[in-house]
């Protein structure tokens, strides 16, 4: 789920840039007297919705006919699209920014994302060379803050998250020519007491139905075949048009949208999470059959004290509609341990909810200390010594559950979605509807990237799947 991607330097995918703006060799533009070249680099950290929001602020860039370059050192502008999730997020953009640097000569510092919003102004003063500051909710108005530093501008920042018109970024450089994402919503009313989300992105603002559905038909139309819906919390996305859709109709129109074979969508929150959404799914092959539904702690009292706003019972009701599903669906969570006052007790109630829900796979996390929320100042803070000791213990036993599902898998053909090679270790690789990893051989010839395929697993170790191309039309008994 956390990624860091240093951008390419190729535009594939690059959708709504009037024709002949991404240019080559641009020439270099005047800032602070220095001449500084019209090429950008950006590293993303965080979230799917980082992700999504650089290939926004990238194809924006492009538009004005910026060229991506995949190194600093060959970048006149370079973007840091953060995170502050966790406090080593945070850390990772001040490492690189680090002043006496030999390559910050002569280039521009921007810092957008999540540490922006959360830091606003207060980066100047701790990097000085950095010139842009910009939270997700201000990309829209990039255009003109380039300009804005084009002309000399030493300091530019883009803070507001009253913006209405977040969807509407009219360049999206997609980074993958098969699998897109698209925001169905952004910020998050939720006020889990950990949690700096709804400071770094603002309220829950919904996209409409009809504005979503044009995106997906226009990716279709384009070659793409998967696409992930994508908010902090898309169980509570509501239209708000006059059509008025909840989460579960938007999924059931955007998996009938022809041309798309695989509709996914992170993250659910467990308090708004209905059953609709798994008949959907049952009844629509398309819809993925993988939900990712953090529960954070096993112990009701802890996730009161997180304010999560559901109790175990409830998160196992969800879970006990998923297992009776028609197709089995992978279930995946997000774990925090070490919240303040969380007792050894509490603690083994979320070993023994691993052990009743037999997720598929985890995130798992030490609580972290971030600014602004409420369990920053709660008593009972539990030592980082005893923190890594939960968090080992929680790994361990999710490892142990994996290897099990893992190899039960064994002999059952699973779907992929093709997505590159290994060298390394002679291995294709591609993605199953459950979302998991498959290595595999291909005995008859080269798969293309973004192909589907039927492999028959033959292995299973801990994080993957091994397995082998079955010949076309070859006995597909065992599929699920
Ligand atoms: N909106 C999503 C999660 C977004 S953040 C949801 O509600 O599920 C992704 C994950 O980071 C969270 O699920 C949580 O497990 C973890 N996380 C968030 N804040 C954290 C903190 N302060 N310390 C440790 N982990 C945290
Ligand atoms: Fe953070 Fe909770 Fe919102 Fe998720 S639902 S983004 S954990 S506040
Ligand atoms: Fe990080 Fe912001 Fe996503 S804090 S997890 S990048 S919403």
Not at 41 to 67: P, W
Request: a neutral charge; glycine letters at 8%; aromatic letters at 8%.
């Amino acid at each position: 789920m956390f990624i860091v991607t240093p951008g390419c330097g190729t535009a594939p995918g690059l959708t709504g840039a009037p024709t002949g703006t991404a240019r080559c060799g641009t020439p270099a533009r005047r800032y602070n007297g220095t001449s500084v070249e019209k090429t950008f680099y950006i590293e993303t950290f965080g979230c799917q919705m980082n992700a999504h929001d650089s290939e926004k602020v990238a194809g924006t860039l492009i538009a004005q006919g910026y060229r991506q370059v995949p190194t600093v050192e060959e970048a006149g502008y370079v973007f840091y699209n953060t995170c502050s999730i966790r406090d080593k997020a945070e850390q990772k953009v001040f490492n690189r920014l680090q002043p006496f640097k030999r390559h910050h000569e002569g280039k521009v510092f921007a810092v957008i994302g999540c540490v922006a919003q959360q830091e606003g102004e207060k980066i100047f003063e701790r990097a000085p060379h950095v010139s842009l500051v910009a939270g997700s909710a201000s990309y829209t108005k990039l255009p003109e803050m380039l300009v804005q530093l084009e002309t000399g501008n030493k300091r530019v920042t883009g803070l507001s998250l009253d913006t209405e018109d977040t969807f509407d970024t009219p360049f999206t450089r997609r980074d993958n020519p098969h699998r897109a994402y698209i925001t169905i919503i952004e910020g998050c009313d939720k006020k889990c007491a950990y949690c700096v989300v709804p400071f770094t992105r603002g309220p829950e603002r919904s996209r409409t139905s009809a504005s979503v559905l044009e995106e997906a038909r226009r990716l279709a139309d384009s070659g793409y075949t998967e696409i992930q819906l994508l908010g902090q919390n898309v169980n509570s996305y509501r239209d708000p048009s006059a059509a008025g859709w909840d989460f579960a109709d938007l999924l059931d129109a955007v998996g009938g949208v022809p041309g798309i074979r695989r509709v996914r969508f992170t993250t659910s929150h467990p308090r708004d999470f209905v059953k609709r959404i798994i008949d959907a799914i049952d009844a629509n092959p398309n819809l993925c059959n993988h939900v990712h539904l953090p529960v954070q702690s096993g112990s009701t009292r802890v996730l009161g004290a997180m304010q999560r706003l559901y109790t175990r019972e409830k998160y196992m009701e969800r879970i006990a509609w998923m297992k009776a599903a028609r197709r089995p669906i992978a279930i995946t969570s997000d774990i925090i341990v070490g919240f303040p006052g969380e007792t050894e007790q509490e603690f083994q109630e979320t070993l023994d909810l691993l052990d009743a829900v037999q997720y598929d796979s985890i995130f798992s996390f030490k609580y972290s200390p971030r600014p602004n929320t409420p369990a920053l100042g709660l008593p009972d803070q539990i030592s980082e010594e005893e923190k890594t000791r939960r968090l080992t213990m929680v790994q361990e036993k999710q490892r142990a559950i994996q290897i099990r599902l893992n190899a039960d898998l064994v002999g059952q053909v699973e779907e992929v979605n093709v997505e590159g090679r290994n060298d390394a270790l002679g291995l294709w690789l591609g993605r199953t509807s459950r979302n998991r990893t498959l290595g595999f051989l291909h005995p008859n010839g080269e798969p293309k990237v973004g192909e589907y395929l039927d492999i028959r697993v033959t292995r299973g170790g801990p994080n993957a799947l091994v397995g082998e191309a079955l010949p076309a039309g070859g006995n597909r008994s065992g599929v699920n």
